[in-house]
């Protein structure tokens, strides 16, 4: 998925509560170009740049894809980055430049490594009414920013606790361990909660956690959060406690990692180290070089890549 052109994280504002949790607020952003749809976005941002090796956290729909057009992100470029995609309803087409044609569905991640280079595209199918879901990103630490292009996919089961089903696409939580490999200790999962549910979770206590609230209005330790709303906690707590405040089924994702210790340039689809580097891709992307390969079977051109600022572009490390 291609983000908005940024100089650096955006201010959406956040605060932390008395539990220790810090809720972080999204942003509207427009993504892919003259076809953009509106996605929320709760990082990067000023507060917080990172959650772990988490690095980009986009949140969209319900969009009735009659009225919205749906996604139609053509061709773009990605480096230092894995690209994480999850749906809760509709159906995205996936078309990448090492050949992967694959369909993005609710309840299956696809996660692409873009390393050293790579381009794709995303567009929602025809059959498609309804489109809703997150499009994540991760930096890749720098001994690993130049891996090979990769792509995987994977459909991970369910798991029922007391008021709580669990999908475990990343890493391990409740019992659950993903095969899916990254490069860095990494949790992702999806948690849908019963009407007035509270969920005690067993967590790695090296790992700071980010809950996204997709629906309902959700407590993350007692602090609450609602749709839209990422809630942050520090490293050091040997379990999260989840409760459902609403009265109706609710949705969250969590995410969590150690601390990325650290700091990255990031910009457009681009994450780096230095301003020299992020120039570079830019400049390989423009004159179309074999860095980022070619997508097949996109029906339009390619994204152009937007203008670089006069100013160096400022490395950002993880707010302590």
Same mark, same amino acid.
């Given at each position: 998925m291609s983000?908005?052109?940024?100089?650096?994280?955006?201010?959406?504002?956040?605060g932390t509560a008395g539990s220790g949790v810090e809720v972080l607020s999204a942003r509207d952003v427009p993504l892919g170009g003259p076809r953009a749809m509106t996605v929320r976005r709760t990082l990067p941002q000023r507060a917080r740049t990172l959650i772990g090796a988490w690095c980009f956290a986009d949140h969209?729909?319900?969009?009735?894809?009659?009225?919205?057009?749906?996604?139609?992100?053509?061709?773009?470029?990605?480096?230092?980055?894995? &690209?994480?995609?999850?749906?809760?309803?509709?159906?995205?087409?996936? /078309?990448?430049?090492?050949g992967s044609h694959?369909?993005? /569905?609710?309840?299956?991640?696809?996660?692409?490594t873009g390393g050293r280079g790579i381009s794709h595209s995303e567009v929602s199918t025809a059959r498609t009414t309804l489109l809703h879901g997150v499009q994540l990103w991760v930096a890749l630490p720098g001994e690993h920013r130049n891996a090979a292009r990769d792509f995987q996919h994977y459909a991970p089961g369910t798991v029922r606790l007391d008021g709580a089903d669990v999908r475990v696409f990343l890493g391990s939580l409740a019992g659950e361990t993903s095969p899916v490999r990254t490069f860095t200790p990494l949790l992702g999962a999806e948690?849908?909660?019963?009407?007035?549910?509270?969920? &005690?979770?067993?967590?790695?206590?090296?790992?700071?956690?980010?809950?996204?609230?997709?629906?309902g209005e959700v407590r993350l330790s007692g602090t609450l959060l609602r749709p839209a709303e990422l809630g942050y &906690?520090?490293?050091?707590?040997?379990?999260?406690?989840?409760?459902?405040?609403?009265?109706?089924?609710? /949705?969250?994702?969590?995410?969590?990692?150690?601390?990325?210790?650290?700091?990255?340039?990031?910009?457009?689809?681009?994450?780096?180290?230095?301003?020299?580097?992020?120039?570079?891709?830019?400049?390989?992307?423009?004159?179309?070089?074999?860095?980022?390969?070619e997508v097949a079977g996109y029906p339009g051109d390619r994204l152009p890549a937007p203008e670089l600022p006069t100013t160096p572009l400022k490395p950002r490390g993880r707010v302590r």
């Open positions: 983000g908005k052109t940024e100089t650096g994280p955006g201010a959406a504002g956040s969209y729909g319900p969009d009735d894809v009659a009225e919205s057009g749906g996604m139609d992100v053509a061709p773009h470029p990605h480096i230092g980055l894995q &690209t994480v995609s999850w749906l809760f309803d509709g159906e995205i087409e996936h /078309r990448d430049s090492l694959a369909l993005v /569905r609710p309840g299956e991640l696809n996660l692409m948690l849908r909660l019963d009407p007035g549910a509270t969920v &005690t979770l067993a967590t790695d206590p090296a790992f700071e956690h980010g809950l996204l609230v997709d629906e &906690t520090a490293p050091g707590s040997t379990t999260l406690t989840l409760t459902n405040a609403s009265d109706a089924p609710a /949705r969250t994702v969590l995410l969590g990692g150690p601390p990325f210790e650290e700091e990255v340039v990031m910009w457009w689809n681009f994450v780096g180290r230095t301003d020299e580097e992020i120039r570079q891709a830019r400049e390989d992307w423009a004159a179309a070089s074999d860095r980022f390969g």
